[in-house]
């Protein structure tokens, strides 16, 4: 069953099973991100929260691109329209951006990008957010701000160096130059790539073995993979072992217990 379908949003969201689907629709502008996309992402966050039969998110664009960044035309001339949403200052208006790519890396379940075509500036920053990232054989990717003047700041300083590391991450970022999608297998930034026609069917085979987990198990290990990115090694053990005694069912806590007392 497929829920929520709104094709003349500047973002889909669709729930089909236990699989909520979120599709960039801008295809006319390779999906660059207007003020619009921004508060629809938002909102399809907030619908995933409240929804605990998701259990995985895919993250995709419509027609032939992920996302082609920023809609520069449209922010040269109009800026970034965010409705009724009033900022103090630019930082306040940045850190919301960068706020909403942080919803997908928060969520309890997996978030997929689903990488086709480009992936460009504020794409990539968006994919980054996701834990897991697969692309056709013909995708493209880039963070290309500094020809333009500007920091990545939606997380592509913060989470490009934690990926691939911070040498490679200065390359890109210093050069803004592109590179094919074997390079970004070669690097770590994509998990896998597929032929353009089978990557629909290896996303979906992926997101139903995830799917198939038990979801409190995938969900506690997420946030301790997330911990381990921020933390020490120590805190981490701990955290690790406290989200792993939350969700052990009662038949193993009373074997534990058992073992205790031996």
Do not use: H, N, W, Y
């Given at each position: 069953m497929i829920e929520n379908n709104f094709n003349d949003h500047p973002v889909r969201f669709e729930v089909d099973g236990n699989v909520a689907i979120v599709t960039l629709n801008r295809p006319d502008k390779a999906n660059a991100f207007d003020g619009a996309m921004w508060l629809a992402l938002e909102e399809a966050a907030e619908k995933i929260i409240l929804n605990d039969s998701v259990r995985v998110v895919l993250i995709t664009g419509a027609g032939k691109s992920f996302c082609g960044g920023l809609d520069i035309n449209l922010a040269a001339t109009e800026g970034i329209n965010l409705g009724k949403k009033t900022m103090r200052d630019g930082f306040d208006t940045l850190r919301y951006l960068s706020g909403v790519f942080s919803m997908y890396e928060k969520l309890p379940v997996p978030v997929i990008a689903v990488i086709k075509g480009g992936c460009i500036g504020l794409g990539l920053e968006?994919?980054?957010?996701?834990?897991?990232?697969?692309?056709?054989?013909?995708?493209?990717?880039?963070?290309?701000?500094?020809?333009?003047?500007?920091?990545?700041?939606?997380?592509?300083?913060?989470?490009?160096?934690?990926?691939?590391?911070?040498?490679?991450?200065?390359?890109?970022?210093?050069?803004?130059?592109?590179i094919d999608s074997r390079e970004a297998l070669r690097i770590g930034l994509v998990n896998h790539i597929y032929p353009a026609g089978d990557l629909d069917n290896e996303v979906a085979k992926m997101a139903a073995e995830m799917a198939g987990q038990a979801p409190a198990v995938v969900q506690a290990s997420k946030r301790c993979i997330n911990k381990a990115m921020n933390t020490t090694l120590e805190a981490g053990l701990d955290f690790e072992t406290s989200a792993a005694e939350s969700v052990l069912g009662e038949k193993t806590k009373t074997i534990i217990k058992h073992n205790r007392r031996s």
């Open positions: 968006l994919a980054l957010a996701c834990d897991i990232r697969l692309a056709s054989d013909s995708a493209v990717f880039s963070i290309p701000e500094v020809a333009f003047g500007l920091v990545p700041d939606c997380g592509g300083t913060q989470r490009l160096p934690r990926l691939i590391g911070p040498a490679m991450a200065k390359e890109l970022i210093f050069t803004g130059r592109r």
